[in-house]
């Protein structure tokens, strides 16, 4: 069964990082990239970055460069999305989604993890 | 960034009535125009890739159509558990963006 399993919820004081976990199985981690997807309350869906699996290649999201880094661990088939500096407005679940399509990416998302939320408040 | 319009923001139907939702890009995004199906404390499913093409275990009362800027998702014949938020998304630049969504709701 192919699923993605993120880490649990958080709660981060402003100006903290956090790191998300999301743990693949049931189909090959390194032939599908990854994304990053989050929606704050009340708001829509917000595409943050993708990364190749096999070969730990990032593009971030332009208004969130230098404060989120995507990582990878193949021997654990599990992507990380560490966020810095956080905002309250950061407020959000947060999605890992995988790549629709084989080796290169076509951009859209046919795996989802369960989400994981992630709270910034003082 | 391109902008992903949709329309209508809710709709209210009935079991087995047909709808019809509407998305519009900000430029030319030529097919890649993908729609999702979302249902509350659950992550969207993908229910069509590249403009019209289903994805898998996708019920086939479910079709979409366009291309350029303009592009529409329709439910043939509604049924219980199709009632959700749907949305748009383009894919074919980053930033990837998608639409406001559409509730579906039960007249």
């Known amino acids: 069964q192919v699923q993605l399993v993120q880490s649990g919820a958080e709660v981060r004081k402003p100006g903290a990082s956090v790191k998300v976990s999301c743990t693949a199985s049931?189909?090959?981690?390194?032939?599908?990239?990854m994304h990053w997807v989050r929606r704050a309350p009340g708001q829509g869906l917000e595409w943050m970055g993708i990364i190749n699996p096999s070969t730990g290649t990032t593009t971030y999201r332009e208004e969130i460069q230098g404060r989120v880094t995507m990582t990878r661990d193949t021997s654990t088939s599990t992507v990380y999305m560490e966020l810095s500096s956080l905002r309250s407005e950061d407020t959000a679940v947060y999605y890992c989604a995988r790549d629709h399509k084989i080796i290169m990416p076509d951009n859209s998302f046919d795996i989802w993890g369960q989400g994981t939320m992630v709270t910034v408040s003082s | 960034d391109i902008q992903m319009t949709q329309s209508p923001s809710s709709l209210s139907a009935s079991v087995g009535d047909r709808v019809t939702i509407t998305c519009r890009a900000s430029?030319?995004?030529?097919?890649?125009l993908n729609w999702y199906q979302e249902k509350p404390g659950k992550a969207p499913k993908l229910l069509i890739y590249s403009a019209s093409n289903l994805q898998s275990e996708v019920p086939s009362r479910f079709s979409a159509s366009g291309s350029g800027t303009d592009f529409t998702l329709t439910i043939g014949s509604l049924e219980p558990e199709d009632f959700a938020t749907y949305y748009c998304q383009q894919s074919y630049d980053t930033p990837i963006t998608f639409g406001q969504g559409t509730r579906l709701e039960i007249k």
């Open positions: 430029r030319n995004i030529r097919s890649y």
């Open positions: 049931g189909y090959s981690f390194t032939s599908y990239y």
